[in-house]
Structures are given as structure tokens and as C-alpha cells.
């Protein structure tokens, strides 16, 4: 976790932690509502994990098919997240780069912008409110490709610069 985050820190290691992950793993993983984090056993329940993880997480960097077909992805992650480590996203983006030819050829259809100050997709010191769909759109229909996002909190604005291949 990034210095900055520290406040947020309490949702990972509080009473009850990991918030609305838990009621991931009761439903969806476990299948029982009545399940209790304070059972969970890494040498037993990681396997389940597994098994279920290809539903549950998107870390295949092979973006093939959704490249050929013209797909855009405009990725962001908040540098105060304590729910995901921003260097996970950061260290996805690389491994997508690196297996889709590296920056030149992935320019044109993948954008990271990492916000400063900004908590799990939402909130914290920084600016969290963006036109992401309106960016996604004018990259979709008219072909501009994101270099930046203006972006704000409490009428203050800054500006996201894209690190697509300079990370």
C-alpha cells in the first residue's frame, strides 16, 4: 500500500475486514450464507480461490481478442487505494505491454492514468471526479486517444497524464 492510504488502512484490518469482498467470497465462492471470514484457512481455502479465480480476477495480460476487435481500455487506479495495491494495476498494465508487443503497439487501444490522492475508486485527498465515459467515447467514436484527463475535487482541478509505456 502507498504512503498517503494509511486512514483507509482500517477496511483491510478492522473488525471485520475487506468490506464487501467478504460478501464475495460468502455468496459466490463458498456458496454459504453463513460463512465466516474468521474460518478462512489459506492451506485449505486457497485451492477453492483458485478454482474460482478465473470469474473472480482479470490478470491474463493476452488481450488478443479485444485488441483485433478495435476494443479501447482506459484503466485508472487511485494512488491512496488501500483496497487494491496501486502497483498491482501498474505491474498489470507492463504485463499487458510487454505480451502485446510493447508500447508502440498498444498506444492506440490501452491507457493508465493514475490519480493522485485517490481512494478505491472513489474519494481521499485527491482529485476522484472524472469524465471517464465521455473520454472512453470521444476515443471510440472519433478516434482521440487519451494523453490526459482533467480531473477534480471540490472545484479544484489537475490533470491525470496517461503513463502508457512510461511508467
Not at 460478501?23 to 456458496?31: A, P, R, T
Not at 496501486?86 to 498506444?107: C, F, K, N, W
Not at 490526459?148 to 490533470?159: E, V
Amino acid at each position: 500500500l502507498q504512503p498517503g492510504s494509511e486512514l483507509a488502512w482500517g477496511i483491510q484490518a478492522g473488525r471485520q475486514p475487506y468490506g464487501n469482498s467478504l460478501e464475495v467470497l460468502k455468496y459466490f465462492v463458498f456458496k454459504d450464507p453463513q460463512w465466516n471470514w474468521r474460518t478462512f484457512d489459506f492451506s485449505r481455502h486457497l485451492a477453492l480461490l483458485d478454482d474460482t479465480g478465473h470469474l473472480l480476477k482479470a490478470t491474463d495480460p493476452n488481450l488478443k481478442p479485444f485488441a483485433s476487435r478495435g476494443g479501447k481500455l482506459l484503466m485508472y487506479h487511485g494512488w491512496s487505494d488501500s483496497t487494491i495495491a496501486p502497483e498491482t494495476t501498474i505491474d498489470y498494465h507492463r504485463r499487458v505491454l510487454e505480451t502485446m508487443g510493447g508500447p508502440a503497439q498498444t498506444s492506440e487501444w490501452v491507457r493508465l492514468f493514475m490519480v493522485p490522492g485517490m481512494h478505491h475508486c472513489i474519494g481521499g485527498d485527491g482529485p476522484d471526479s472524472f469524465d471517464a465515459l465521455g473520454t472512453l467515447e470521444a476515443w471510440v467514436e472519433r478516434g482521440k486517444a487519451p494523453d490526459r484527463i482533467t480531473a477534480s475535487q471540490d472545484r479544484k482541478s489537475t490533470r491525470l497524464n496517461s503513463s502508457h509505456g512510461a511508467l
